[in-house]
């Protein structure tokens, strides 16, 4: 008994360790006096890397007890959409491109109607490597083009694409375009201008080649859920130099694939184990771990433990 309790309390110290760092972590980005852009406050790496994620501000939670979260392996259980979006995203002569620290981010407008429902290009930026995979594979490069609703319900939708080495020097030219002031932004919270950009041969892709379809969460904090996506099945080309001038920039900057859609998050089952319970003693979701009487009282201790830091 005396060692169960021993083994419960460190482990919950294990999982609020971090909570006094009081980091904030937002949606949007943030322009500062400066004319920068805030750097965001996760990162990839040690304490601020996805593991952590929900200690570094209460609005995360989802990061560690969601249970339909993004990204993940694209497996046979994942639709293919039955009808294609309509895309309008105009051409612009350049548009503001930010180092977010996180990413590499650029501001456009644009329009995405799908499934009757209309949504607003935000923004877009990148990932390397690819945060989802699909049939277990991962592509060196995705885009996420990020949407909300028209009617301000708050619904978000992301556009997101893959894109893989090409063996013939051929490439995405809106990624040849992106990446010409790249070296401009090559410190974190700095900003600046792209090129001219012109999306109609993404737009093309988007609308005539298969997209995956399913409904799961932010990849980056605070891991907020019901996010619609949508995912090229097929690559598109990227050559080498390119991808090369973005990594060298963004880094590295995947969270981890996460569990199978709704079957209870990864953090959440793993911090089970250490507390020491049954490795069978699933708990697929919040809720259910509340059910279990070690599992509750554990969460119970860490509520009263986040709320004294
Ligand atoms: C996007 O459209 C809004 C509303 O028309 C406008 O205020 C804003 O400046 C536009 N942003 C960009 C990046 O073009
Ligand atoms: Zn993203």
Redesign the pocket.
């Known amino acids: 008994m005396f060692y169960s309790t021993i083994s419960i309390l460190v482990g919950i110290a294990a999982f609020v360790d971090a909570s006094c760092m009081h980091a904030t972590s937002k949606l949007q980005r943030r322009v500062t006096p400066e004319g920068g852009v805030e750097v965001s406050t996760f990162g990839y790496t040690d304490l601020i890397g996805p593991l952590n994620w929900a200690a570094l501000d209460a609005e995360n939670s989802a990061c560690t007890t969601g249970t339909v979260q993004s990204p993940i392996n694209i497996d046979e259980t994942i639709p293919i959409t039955s009808e294609a979006p309509i895309i309008n995203f105009p051409s ?1 002569e350049s ?2 491109f930010e180092n977010l620290g996180s990413t590499v981010e650029v ?3 644009g329009t995405t109607q799908f499934a009757g429902v209309d949504f607003e290009l935000k923004q877009f930026h990148f990932h390397t490597p690819s945060e989802h995979r699909i049939h277990e594979e991962y592509y060196p490069l995705e885009m996420h083009m990020v949407h909300e609703a028209a009617d301000g319900s708050g619904a978000v939708a992301v556009l997101a694409i893959v894109f893989d080495l090409s063996t013939d020097g051929s490439t995405t030219d809106l990624l040849t375009r992106v990446t010409e002031h790249l070296d401009e932004i090559a410190t974190p919270g700095t900003v600046t201008e792209t090129a001219a950009l012109d999306f109609e041969e993404l737009a093309h892709h988007l609308t005539t080649t298969p997209l995956f379809q399913y409904t799961g969460s932010l990849t980056t904090p605070p891991c907020a859920e019901g996010i619609t996506f949508l995912l090229t099945e097929e690559p598109l080309p990227i050559d080498v130099a390119t991808y090369n001038a973005l990594k060298s920039v963004i880094k590295f900057n995947s969270r981890f694939t996460q569990n199978k859609l709704g079957n209870g998050n990864l953090l959440l089952l793993e911090n089970n184990l250490q507390l020491g319970i049954e490795t069978n003693a699933i708990h697929p979701s919040l809720a259910e771990a509340h059910e279990d009487p070690v599992m509750d009282a554990a969460l119970a201790l860490m509520s009263a433990i986040a709320a004294v830091h």
């Open positions: 612009v548009a503001e501001i456009v407008n």
